[in-house]
């Protein structure tokens, strides 16, 4: 009897540290504060305690835990606020913030993590706002999350970057709130299956409004052009920026959309 039992307590042992070792809160790193933030998920990739963090000036910080239970390494390429809007979204480092396989990542906890911040965010504390996250191989995830003061356990929540005239030195700036109903056209001029699809799908998180995707006829076009309409040069612009390439074209007679986007062999695969 008395070796039975310690072979059932042994099964026990054995399935709790299974329990413990599965599911995204047991990768090996050390989450960041657990308070009443947000959760959810979407393929492999799990956002949990999701709050934006806010002092007395008009900026803010994304605080959440990313984690990622899949052998592929991910990558956060995209975050957009809105009601209401920032002026601006800065990543630091620059570039995309990478989540590693079977690895999290602790977002804007302190300094020395990875930071999405808000500038000129007007949003009060105890209110909330729709977030949307853009994950490269997992996709679009959308919350709702509470604004809270980067207090308590939140203290060393704090925006890295101050103004968006430092984003070019210390992060990755992307316009936010300005190219809210803004109509485009997305046109693929390469021979990259579904890249027009892509590249709409992340102009659409920016509140633009996708009128069609299609294929160009020029299926080698070497350079990006976004034609224009009138008084849209400042958006052209800024999708410009976004995508990081593109050649200006004003036409004053359309009127299909604000803007047409055809995409060229220069265009990146993801918009970063």
Same mark, same amino acid.
């Given at each position: 009897?008395?070796?039975?039992?310690?072979?059932?307590?042994?099964?026990?042992?054995?399935?709790?540290?299974?329990?413990?070792?599965?599911?995204?809160?047991?990768?090996?790193?050390?989450?960041?504060?657990?308070?009443?933030?947000?959760?959810?998920?979407?393929?492999?990739?799990?956002?949990?305690?999701?709050?934006?963090?806010?002092? @007395? %000036?008009? @900026?803010? @910080?994304?605080?959440? @835990?990313?984690?990622?239970?899949?052998?592929?390494?991910?990558?956060?390429?995209?975050?957009?606020? %809105?009601?209401?809007?920032?002026?601006?979204?800065?990543?630091?480092?620059?570039?995309?913030?990478?989540?590693?396989?079977?690895? +999290?990542?602790?977002?804007?906890?302190?300094?020395?993590?990875?930071?999405?911040? +808000?500038?000129?965010?007007?949003?009060?504390?105890?209110?909330f706002v729709k977030i949307t996250f853009?994950?490269?191989?997992?996709?679009?995830?959308?919350?709702?999350?509470?604004?809270?003061?980067?207090?308590?356990?939140?203290?060393?929540?704090?925006?890295?970057?101050?103004?968006?005239?430092?984003?070019?030195? %210390?992060? /990755?700036?992307?316009?936010?709130?300005?190219?809210?109903?803004?109509?485009?056209?997305?046109?693929?001029?390469?021979? /990259?299956?579904?890249?027009?699809?892509?590249?709409?799908?992340?102009?659409?998180?920016?509140?633009?409004?996708?009128?069609?995707?299609?294929?160009?006829?020029?299926?080698?076009?070497?350079?990006? %052009?976004?034609?224009?309409?009138?008084?849209? /040069?400042?958006?052209?612009?800024?999708?410009?920026?976004?995508?990081?390439?593109?050649?200006?074209?004003?036409?004053?007679?359309?009127?299909?959309?604000?803007?047409?986007?055809?995409?060229?062999?220069?265009?990146?695969?993801?918009?970063?």
């Open positions: 009897m008395r070796v039975y039992k310690s072979l059932i307590s042994a099964i026990a042992v054995i399935f709790f540290m299974t329990g413990c070792g599965s599911g995204p809160n047991a990768l090996t790193n050390t989450q960041g504060p657990v308070g009443s933030g947000a959760n959810s998920s979407i393929g492999e990739i799990y956002v949990q305690n999701v709050v934006i963090a806010k002092g @007395t %000036e008009n @900026t803010a @910080t994304v605080v959440a @835990t990313i984690s990622n239970s899949g052998l592929i390494e991910d990558q956060l390429v995209d975050v957009v606020v %809105e009601n209401p809007a920032p002026k601006s979204v800065v990543f630091s480092p620059a570039g995309n913030i990478s989540i590693p396989a079977r690895g +999290l990542i602790n977002l804007g906890i302190n300094t020395q993590s990875p930071h999405v911040d +808000l500038i000129e965010f007007s949003s009060r504390q105890s209110s853009v994950f490269k191989n997992a996709g679009i995830l959308d919350q709702s999350v509470l604004v809270v003061p980067n207090t308590g356990i939140y203290a060393g929540a704090s925006p890295v970057t101050s103004a968006p005239a430092s984003a070019a030195v %210390e992060g /990755r700036e992307i316009i936010a709130g300005s190219l809210n109903g803004i109509s485009v056209t997305v046109l693929n001029g390469t021979r /990259r299956a579904g890249f027009a699809r892509s590249i709409a799908d992340t102009l659409q998180v920016q509140n633009m409004k996708i009128i069609a995707v299609a294929d160009a006829p020029n299926k080698d076009t070497a350079l990006t %052009e976004i034609v224009y309409g009138t008084d849209m /040069r400042a958006k052209a612009e800024s999708v410009a920026k976004i995508l990081g390439v593109g050649v200006l074209v004003e036409d004053q007679t359309l009127t299909s959309s604000n803007l047409i986007v055809t995409l060229g062999n220069d265009a990146p695969f993801s918009i970063s």
